[in-house]
């Protein structure tokens, strides 16, 4: 189990709902300076979720404003045409914690899939190889090239598949592929 | 027999298997088709950036894909209905043959006319003569008559076996005790190769199957060869 020292679980502990909550469920773990690798939330409560499919969460990102954003908000209630862009840019991420191109960004997570693909794909190889060599016994005599030329000129004898298979390939009159 | 890195049907060497192809080309094009529908729309699936939370359900889109699927299913059920009951017929067979499966080899007995039966044992693989086929050859063949409808009683003297030639389209078990019977006609002359096709034991892969369809006076200069050998 994790150990945070307790500024640290204090910083976890951001908003004061979330506070009020966790020392409800938590107050043990946290005086306890304990630390759980998922943290309970309490799904019947209003949450904040950056989602693609659904575009206004239950709450802002931001309950909890300082001074100045709190300004900002009562600013808001007015005309927008008065708010500075980057005024109308603090008030989106006041509200919204990702925006949509930050959600759909792509990771690279990726080459590190396909690079451990390859990898050991690559391993696999190695291993083939080494059985190759100090594993398989000898191959038969049947596999050699001349025995395999005189089974082939055989089965062309025979008429081995004659209608589409492999003696239909080859042409009889002029003793060549056709 | 099939060639190297073969990976379809060998060619037909009887109606029935001829039948057969024609089947397998028509059920593997509607099995291509589901396929690549299938995968398209997985495909689609995953790269669309549409959302729609509140699809419930759909009657017409329903509707569709059950009578579609069904009606697939009578168009493949008739052919191979039609190819069942084409393998059943009563060909009035001019010869009849046993092969009775023993471990691990086959025996086979002409019994119509005279008593002549021979066993057909591998011939292993230091013993082959150059270009025979691996695994494949018999010392001895069962001989046919070419284009004569031919029946085949299947049995086995000790354990499970499976008599199978695939370019003749025949897979029948051997089961002890039990004669289990089967017909073809080969439609043209030539040897035709096949294995052991129920799992029988250490050599259950080392018991193949020779069948050579020859011309009638082949075919009777043979069997009085056979006779007086035996």
Redesign the interface.
């Known amino acids: 189990m994790l150990r945070l020292t307790s500024s640290r679980l204090g910083s976890l502990l951001a908003g004061r709902p979330t506070a009020a909550l966790t020392f409800s469920i938590k107050g043990r773990a946290a005086s306890q300076q304990s630390h759980e690798v998922s943290e309970p939330v309490d799904m019947s409560r209003p949450m904040y979720y950056d989602r ?2 659904m575009p206004l969460p239950d709450k802002p990102y931001k309950d909890v404003l300082s001074e100045a954003e709190q300004k900002l908000k009562q600013k808001e209630k007015g005309p927008w045409s008065q708010l500075t862009n980057e005024e109308k840019v603090a008030l989106y991420r006041l509200k919204f914690c990702q925006s949509y191109s930050e959600m759909r960004a792509p990771s690279a997570e990726w080459k590190t899939v396909l690079g451990g693909m390859l990898f050991f794909i690559g391993f696999t190889g190695l291993v083939v190889w080494w059985q190759r060599i100090y594993v398989y016994p000898p191959s ?3 596999l050699d090239g ?3 030329a ?2 082939l ?3 062309l004898d ?9 003696s ?1 390939k080859w042409d009889y009159d002029k003793g060549q592929w056709k | ?1 099939a ?2 890195s ?1 990976l379809g049907f ?3 060497a009887s109606p029935v298997m001829e039948e057969l192809l024609h089947f397998h080309d028509h059920t593997l094009m509607i099995v291509f088709l589901i396929s690549t529908l299938v995968l398209y729309i997985i495909v689609a699936m995953v790269v669309t950036k549409l ?1 729609d ?1 509140l699809i419930l359900d759909s009657q017409e889109i329903e509707i569709i894909w059950t009578l579609l699927p069904a009606i697939i299913l009578i168009l493949i059920a008739l052919p191979s209905l039609r190819i069942l009951y084409l393998m059943d017929e009563i060909n009035d067979p001019h010869l009849t043959i046993k092969a009775m499966g023993h471990q691990w080899y086959w025996s086979y007995e002409y019994t119509d006319y005279e008593d002549l039966g021979f066993d057909s044992y591998m011939i292993p ?1 230091q013993d ?1 003569t ?5 695994l494949l050859e018999t010392d001895h063949r069962m001989v046919i008559p070419v284009e004569s409808p031919v029946r085949i009683l299947v049995s086995a003297d000790d354990v499970l076996h499976s008599w199978a030639v695939p ?1 003749l389209g025949i897979k029948m078990d051997a089961v002890p005790g039990r004669l289990n019977q089967t017909a073809f006609i080969t439609s ?1 002359p ?2 035709f190769y096949g294995q052991c096709s129920e799992i029988c034991g250490a050599n259950h892969s080392f018991m193949p199957i020779v069948v050579e369809a020859v011309r009638l006076e082949h075919f009777e200069n043979w069997s009085s060869m056979m006779l007086e050998d035996t």
Do not use: S, Y
């Not at chain 1, 025979?158 to 492999?166: A, D, F, K, Y």
């Not at chain 2, 150059?130 to 691996?134: A, D, E, S, V, Y």
């Open positions: 693609v499919d038969p005599r049947t001349d025995w395999k005189m089974q000129q055989r089965m025979m008429r081995i598949n004659p209608v589409e298979g492999l239909a | 027999m060639h190297p073969q060998q060619d037909a959302t939370k693989t082959l150059p270009g025979q086929f691996r370019c043209r030539g040897v």
